[in-house]
Nanobody
Framework: QVQLVESGGGLVQPGGSLRLSCAAS????????MGWYRQAPGKQRELVAT???????NYADSVKGRFTISRDNAKDTVYLEMNGLKPEDTAVYYC???????????????WGQGTQVGVSA
């Protein structure tokens, strides 16, 4: 069994900051890429940022320069530092991980349950 548990969401004013965390646990052999996605009401889930096991990152254009993704491989945890938050960043944020379970050969993607981020004056 594998679990991804997010934390750190909340309600902030425009221009504020939040730091999201997502910890993977369970029978994990290796974690490849990890990432953050978000889904606003009435919209499709969209990519926010991804990070490989080697630390290479990729960001959506809408968050470049404001958000920073990082990971702690020793803790199987991925972070999303969000600065300069805007109302349009309001969404449920989901983390995911492409990982190989112990005893398995191929990887698959697992998702967290989501954490709500609200940006409003």
């Amino acid at each position: 069994q594998v679990q991804l548990v997010e934390s750190g969401g909340g309600l902030v004013q425009p221009g504020g900051s939040l730091r999201l965390s997502c910890a993977a646990s369970g029978s994990i052999f290796r974690i490849n890429a990890m990432g953050w996605y978000r889904q606003a009401p009435g919209k499709q889930r969209e990519l926010v940022a991804t990070i490989t096991s080697g630390g290479s990152t990729n960001y959506a254009d809408s968050v470049k320069g404001r958000f920073t993704i990082s990971r702690d491989n020793a803790k199987d945890t991925v972070y999303l530092e969000m600065n300069g938050l805007k109302p349009e960043d309001t969404a449920v944020y989901y983390c995911n991980a492409d990982l190989v379970r112990r005893g398995w050969i191929t990887s698959r993607t697992y998702w967290g349950q989501g954490t709500q981020v609200g940006v409003s004056a």
